[in-house]
């Protein structure tokens, strides 16, 4: 099993600041890290794959980083759109798992 | 595109099943996983297990015991049944599409839009 440390678990931020989302693993997982994005009440969206690959229709102020066991999530000119739960997930091998979700909310 | 729903019994008692099925349209379930991921209130998201096009299965080692996983092609649905459910079982139910291949399977998108499943008698 392979477990999956995210922080913040919680982070305040103001529209226009950047910010980072950390997910460190207990093992490499080279880049196969995904990160999604959830919103009160909805099913979780994905936003990057492989690490760093921006999925069609997300702005290019997400950005994902790293490999092996530390990845990021970095957010750039904070929107007021971007103020959700994040996950990380591994999908190196099963069984899958997510980070403990980062939660952004306004400062 | 494709688009999943979920759907079943809202309120299960103690220690029966919890049966739920995922409807898939815009697409087939060929050559694809399809998976099932459930988040307690106020929790984050829990792997539940995936079954594939052929019915081949993997779940979560915390749950093996208790959950089994079938698909129906002809149907377009897939399915989740969960027994000897407690109140820890209590969450929203997604279901979703493993993106890759069926031998490879990666990140989850689409998702269904979520039920909520309660244990309570």
């Known amino acids: 099993v392979i477990w999956v440390t995210q922080s913040p678990p919680l982070l305040s931020a103001s529209t226009g600041d950047t910010v980072t989302i950390s997910c460190r693993m207990s093992q490499g997982i080279t880049s196969y890290i995904a990160w999604y994005q959830q919103k009160s009440g909805k099913a979780p969206k994905l936003l990057i794959s492989?690490?760093?690959n921006l999925q069609s229709g997300v702005p290019p102020r997400f950005r994902g980083s790293g490999s092996g066991t530390d990845f990021t999530l970095t957010i750039s000119d904070l929107q007021s759109e971007d103020f959700a739960t994040y996950y990380c997930q591994q999908y190196y091998s099963f069984p899958y798992s997510f980070g403990q979700g980062t939660k952004l909310e306004i400062k | 595109q494709v688009q999943l729903q979920e759907s079943g019994p809202g309120l299960v008692k103690p220690s029966e099943t919890l049966s739920l099925t995922c409807t898939v349209s815009?697409?087939?379930?060929?050559?694809?996983?399809w998976a099932w991921i459930r988040q307690p209130p106020g929790k984050g998201l829990e792997y539940i297990g995936y079954v594939d096009d052929s019915g081949r299965t993997n779940y979560d080692p915390s749950l093996r015991r208790r959950v089994s996983l079938s698909v129906d092609t002809s149907k377009s649905q897939f399915s989740l049944k969960l027994t000897s459910v407690t109140a820890a079982d209590t969450a929203i139910y997604f279901c979703a599409r493993l993106s890759g291949e069926a031998s490879r399977p990666e990140w989850f998108d689409p998702w269904g839009q979520g039920t909520l499943v309660t244990v309570s008698s």
């Open positions: 815009g697409g087939s379930l060929t050559n694809f996983c």
């Open positions: 492989v690490g760093s």
